[in-house]
C-alpha cells in the first residue's frame, strides 16, 4: 500500500467515522436521556437536510442560516415524536421493543414523506467551501469534511458539559436513571424526557446538515445513517455521546482501511466481524467505564 | 304506466343518448371501442425507480400516440402500470394479477434483472409474450420462447466501453469502480473480454449500492494508476468521490449512470464522462427527432434511453398485435415479434439468440461536459 | 354447574374453529389469483417469522440474522435442484442441516452477548450473510440470481399454482403453530420463560442458560430455512435482493406485530406486514407513508401486539365461574 493510499483511506475514513459519530451521538443522547433505543435518529438528519435545501435553495436564504433552519428543524420533530409516539406508547404500557418499533414507524414515515414530497431523487447541498479540497501530501479532504470534524468534536465537549456541569443536563439524568428519586426532589420528569428527544433531534439535525453535503440527500438515507450510529454508538458503551464519536471515528478507520489493506468486497464482512469480537471481547464497550449499557 | 308516460320516456330517453353521442369527439381516426389492455411492472420506487419511472413517462407517451393514430386495428389500447417496488416477489404479485385477474395481452417490464426472473418464468409458462426493460439474463432464459428484451445484454455494454477505451482514447490500463449490482454484472462481462481485447484492469473496487462513499476504493483505483477509469454505477458518489480523490484521467461510464438526476448529484464534477448509450436528448439521430420533440412538449424535460426504450416496448407490441389480430393466441402474437424491428431506442432484431439482436452499431457516444450532454461522433463497429 | 359452562366453552371454540376452518378453505375459490398469492407469501414469512417471534417472546432474544438462514434456504434449495438435480427434500434438509450448523456454530459465543449487543450482533451477522450472498456468486449467481427451480411436485402432483401451494402451505404453518403451542406448556418452555424473566433463579435450579438459548436460535435457524426453502419453489427463481437487512426487519416487524408472547398472533403480524402493503398500494404514490403511519398506531394501541389483543378478548369471553361460583378469569394464554 502507498503512502497516499494509507492517508487517503485515512482521511476518508476519519470523515466517515465522524458521520458515524455524529448520529451515534444522537441515539447516545436519547438513550441516555430516556433509555429508548431511537431508530428514527438517522431520519432526523434526513428532515434537517432536506430542511436545509428547501430554506436554502427554494427560498434564497443564505447557507449558515438554512443550517440554523435545519438544525431547529431536527429538533421540532424531536419534540413531536416524543409527544405523538413515545407518549402514547408509554400512556399504554408499551415493552422495550414497542418504543423501538413505533420509532421504526416514525423512520418509515420520514421515509415515505420525503420521497411523497421530494420524489426519488438525490439533491447536493452545498457544503461550507462548496466542493473545494485541502491537500494533504498527495491524498486529499473536502474543506466541508475538516469542519464536520470540527464541528462535532466541539459539540461532544459541549455535550459532555452540558450533562456534567449545568443544572438542566443533570436534572435530565438524574430523571433518567431515577425517576421516583428525582420526582421527590422536584424535578420534572417528564420536562426532562422531552427535552432529551429534543436534543437528540437537534443533534440528528446536526448530523443531517453537515452530513448532506458529502453524500446527498436522498430519501433513503435515514435507515442506513441510523445502522452505522446504532452501531457506532454501542461500541462507546450506548450512554456516552464521547464514546459514540469514539466509536464511530473507529467503525469509519476499521472499513476505509479494510477496503485498502484487504479487499473492497469484503469490507463490510471484516467490519463487522471486528464489531462482533470487540463486543465480545470488550463488554464494557470502548471506554471500558463501569456503568456500560449494552446489555 | 299510462301511454303519453311511456312515449315521453321514450323520447326522452333517445334525446339522453342522442346529447351523450354528440358530446362525444367526432374525429374518426380516434380510438374506439373495448380497449386492449397491456399489462407493464415496473419499479416505480425503490433502487429502481431512476428506471422504472422514465420507462412508465415513455409508455404512457406511446400509449397516447398509438391510440390518437387510430389504435390498434380501430381499438384503443390500454397500458396497466403497476410497481413492483424493486423487489421480485411484488413484481410476480402484480404479474399475476396483470396476467390472470385483468387478463392482459402482454407484459411490458420489469425494469430489473431479479424481477424479471420472477416475471418471465410466469409469462414463459403462460406462452405470454414479455418485453422487459432489462438485458438477457441468467441462463435459464435461453429455454424460454416469448421474452424479448429491449436493452442490451450486459456484455454488449461491457464491449461498447471497450470499444471506445482502445479506439478512440488508445487505452489498455484500465480501473473499474463498480457497484455490487449492475455493475458487478457488468464487470463480469468486462472480465471476459480482457483477451479478446488485449487489456489490463490495474484495479477493479467494488462498493455497496446504496453506499454513501466509495472514497477508499476510489483511492485504490487511482493508486493503480490506470490510464482510463470505468466507472459502473447507479448513482452519482462514486463519481463525485473518484474525482475528490484526484483521479484526472478520463472516464468512461455506462448506460445506467446517464440520467439527469445523477448529472446534478455529480455538481461541479459532472464533466469528463464518456457514455456508451443510445439517446442523446440535446442532439439527437434523425430518426429519433421526433420522439424527442414529443416528449419535450408533453413532459417540459428530455429524455433519455429509459423512456425511449418505454415508447418503442409500446409500438412494438401495438405492432404485433396488429399483425396478429387483438383475439390471437399468445403464441402467435409472441411469434409475430419475433424480427427485426427499426426502434427509437436501437435497432431490434427479435429473432436473435440474445433475445434483443441489438448491434454495437447502435451506441450513441455522448459526453458530459460541464454538466451537459454533447454526442460524439464515434461509432463502433 | 361447572361442567355445563365448560361444555358451553367447548362449544364457543369448537364453533369459533369451525368457522376459522371454513372462511380458510373458502378463500381461494372466492378471491382474485393474486390475492391467494399474497396469503401465500404472508404464510411462508409467518413460518420465518415464528422463528423470530419464538426467539423474542420466550427467550427475550432480538435476532435480526433470520434472513440469512432464509437465504441459505432458499439458495440450498436452488442449487440442488438446478446444478445438483436433487430432489426437493434432499436440498430442504441441506438448508436446514447448513443453518442449523451455522447457528450453532455462531450461536455459541455471540448469545453470550446480552441486551443491545446482541441485537447489534445478529444485524452484524445478517449484513456478513448477505455480502457473501453477494460475493460468492458461484453460488447464488449474485445480483442475476438463480432461475428454474422446479415447483414442488409431490407423489407426481404439481403444486406450481398459487391456490394449490395455499392449500399446501397452509396445514405446514398450522402444524408449526401448534408444535410452539405445546413447547410452551412443556418442561422447556417453563425453563425458557424462567430464563428470560429471572436469569439467575433459573440458573440457580439447574437450567442451562446457554445451551438452551443456543437450541431455541437453532431451532429459529431451521424454521427460517424452511420457510426459505418452500419460498424458492414458490418464486421458482431467487436473487440476493430478497434476502437483506430489509428483509431481517421485516422478520422481527412480523413478530413484534405480531405479539411475540402469542403464537398465533405471529399469522397476523405477517398478514399485516404483507397484505397490508400490497392493499395500500392501490391507492397511489401515498401508500408508503399510509402504511409507516398504520404501523405506529398498531404499535401504540396494541403493545402486545395482535396475538395479545386477541388473547385479552379471548380472556375475555373465557371467564368462568369456579367451584364457588365466583367468576374468574378464563385460561392463561
Known sequence: MTMTLFLQSILAGLTNGFVYGLIGLGIAVVFRGARIINAMQGDFALLGSVVAYVVSTRLGVPMLPAFLTGVLAGGVLGLLVERLLIRP????????????????????????????????????????????????????????????????????LALKLFYGHTRVGQAMLAASIDVDGSLTI???????????????????????????????????????LTLKGFAAAILGGLISPVGAMFGGVLLGLVESLAVASVSSGYKDVITMVILILIMILMPQGLLGRRGRQGG | ?????????????????????????????????????????????????????????????????????????????????????????????????LIFDEKVVTILGPSLTASTGAVSAMTNSEGMAELAFTGLGPKIELSYKSLYHLLPPQELNARAMLEYTTKALNSKKIGVLHDTGYGQVVTNALNALKAQYGVEFVAVEKFEVGATDASAQAAKVRAADPDVVFIIATSPVPFRNARQVRISQPIVSAIGSSSYDYVRGMGEFADDIVFPEFLVGEDPLPHQVEFVKK????????????????????????????????????????????????????????AADDMTGIQLSSYVYSKLVKGAFIRLPFVAK | ???????????????????????????????????????????????????????????????????????????????????????????????????????????????????????????????????????????????????????????GYRINTPVRFYYFVSPILLVLILIHYNLLRSRTGIAMRAMRDAPSAAAVLGVNIARLKVKVFVSSAILGSFAGSLFAHYVSFVSVDSFGVDRAINFLLIAVLGGARTIAGTVLGALFVTALP??????????????????IVAVIFLPQGFGGAVAQVWRHFGRRPDHAGRVTKGSPP
Open chain 3, 278 to 295: 400490497n392493499f395500500l398500494s392501490r391507492i397511489g404514490d401515498v401508500h408508503a407513508l399510509l402504511f409507516a403511519v398504520l404501523l
Open chain 2, 295 to 350: 416528449y419535450r412538449e408533453a413532459y417540459n424535460a428530455l429524455p433519455k434511453n429509459y423512456e425511449a426504450a418505454g415508447w418503442d416496448a409500446v409500438h412494438i407490441i401495438a405492432k404485433a398485435v396488429e399483425t396478429a389480430g387483438p383475439d390471437a393466441k399468445r403464441e402467435e402474437i409472441a411469434k409475430a415479434l419475433r424480427g427485426p424491428y427499426a426502434g427509437v431506442f436501437a435497432a431490434y432484431n427479435f
Open chain 1, 186 to 224: 422536584g424535578i420534572n420528569v417528564p420536562l426532562m424526557r422531552t427535552l432529551t428527544f429534543v436534543t437528540g433531534g437537534l443533534m440528528g439535525g446536526l448530523a443531517g446538515v453537515l452530513v448532506a453535503p458529502l453524500i446527498n440527500i436522498h430519501y433513503e438515507m435515514g435507515l442506513l
Open chain 3, 1 to 155: 354447574m361447572a361442567s355445563l359452562t365448560g361444555m358451553r366453552n367447548r362449544l364457543v371454540v369448537a364453533v369459533f374453529v369451525a368457522l376459522l376452518a371454513t372462511v380458510w378453505s373458502v378463500v381461494p375459490l372466492l378471491a382474485g389469483r393474486s390475492t391467494v398469492d399474497m396469503l401465500v407469501f404472508a404464510a411462508l414469512y409467518a413460518i420465518a417469522g415464528l422463528g423470530v417471534a419464538f426467539l423474542l417472546g420466550q427467550c427475550g432474544i432480538v435476532s435480526l440474522a433470520q434472513n440469512v438462514f432464509f437465504g441459505i434456504g432458499a439458495y440450498s434449495t436452488a442449487y440442488g435442484a438446478t446444478v445438483l438435480g436433487w430432489p426437493a427434500p434432499a436440498s430442504m434438509i441441506m438448508g436446514i442441516v447448513i443453518s442449523g450448523a451455522i447457528a450453532a456454530a455462531v450461536g455459541v459465543p455471540v448469545l453470550r452477548l446480552s441486551g443491545y449487543f446482541l441485537a447489534l450482533a445478529t444485524l452484524a451477522l445478517a449484513v456478513i450473510g448477505h455480502v457473501l450472498f453477494l460475493e460468492w456468486d458461484w453460488l447464488t449467481g449474485g445480483t442475476l440470481g438463480i432461475g428454474g427451480i422446479p415447483p414442488l411436485s409431490p407423489l
Open chain 1, 89 to 156: 406508547t408509554e400512556k399504554r404500557a408499551g415493552t422495550e421493543d414497542s418504543y423501538l418499533l413505533v420509532t421504526l414507524g416514525g423512520a418509515f414515515a420520514v421515509s415515505a414523506a420525503v420521497l411523497l414530497y421530494f420524489g426519488r431523487d438525490s439533491y447536493v447541498l452545498n457544503g461550507i467551501g462548496g466542493d473545494a479540497s485541502v491537500d494533504v501530501l498527495d491524498a486529499a479532504i473536502r474543506v466541508h469534511a475538516v469542519w464536520l470534524i470540527v464541528i462535532s468534536s466541539v459539540v461532544v
Open chain 2, 1 to 97: 304506466m299510462s301511454r303519453g308516460q311511456d312515449v315521453f320516456l321514450g323520447i326522452a330517453c333517445a334525446a339522453a343518448v342522442a346529447t351523450l353521442v354528440s358530446a362525444s369527439p367526432i374525429r374518426a381516426q380516434t380510438a374506439q371501442g373495448e380497449p386492449i389492455k397491456i399489462g407493464a411492472v415496473v419499479s416505480l420506487t425503490g433502487p429502481g425507480a431512476g428506471l422504472g419511472q422514465p420507462e412508465r413517462n415513455g409508455m404512457l407517451l406511446a400509449e397516447k400516440d398509438v391510440n390518437d393514430k387510430g389504435g390498434v386495428r380501430g381499438r384503443p389500447i390500454k397500458i396497466l402500470v403497476e410497481d413492483d417496488g424493486s423487489k421480485a416477489d411484488n413484481a410476480k404479485n402484480k404479474a399475476e394479477q
